[in-house]
């Protein structure tokens, strides 16, 4: 087999890092994550739903899907006022 690559990273690029931290506060998660994606929440949320589906950590799923699904809704809600 010429691919070397594990089951969980088979279809997951790497991207930039985001600096968030599951021993961050809720506020301090989402700021970070928010930055790293220079204020963008459709990317942010797809960052953390990445995170969160390629994770071997529990709690680390459960938050980054909290803070995907955060960003999601703002984002749907955004695109909601601005039609």
């Given amino acids: 087999m010429a691919n070397n690559k594990n089951k969980a990273t088979k279809w997951f690029?790497?991207?930039?890092p985001t600096g968030w931290q599951k021993g961050d506060t809720q506020?301090?998660?989402?700021?970070v994550a928010l930055a790293s994606r220079k204020g963008k929440l459709l990317p942010t949320?797809?960052?953390l739903m990445?995170?969160?589906?390629?994770?071997?950590?529990?709690?680390?799923?459960?938050?980054?899907r909290q803070d995907a699904q955060y960003f999601y809704a703002l984002y749907k809600d955004k695109q909601k006022r601005a039609k």
């Fill in 13 to 16: 690029e790497k991207g930039k």
């Fill in 27 to 31: 506020a301090q998660r989402r700021r």
């Fill in 45 to 47: 949320a797809r960052s």
């Fill in 50 to 64: 990445s995170l969160s589906n390629v994770t071997q950590d529990k709690e680390t799923a459960r938050l980054a």
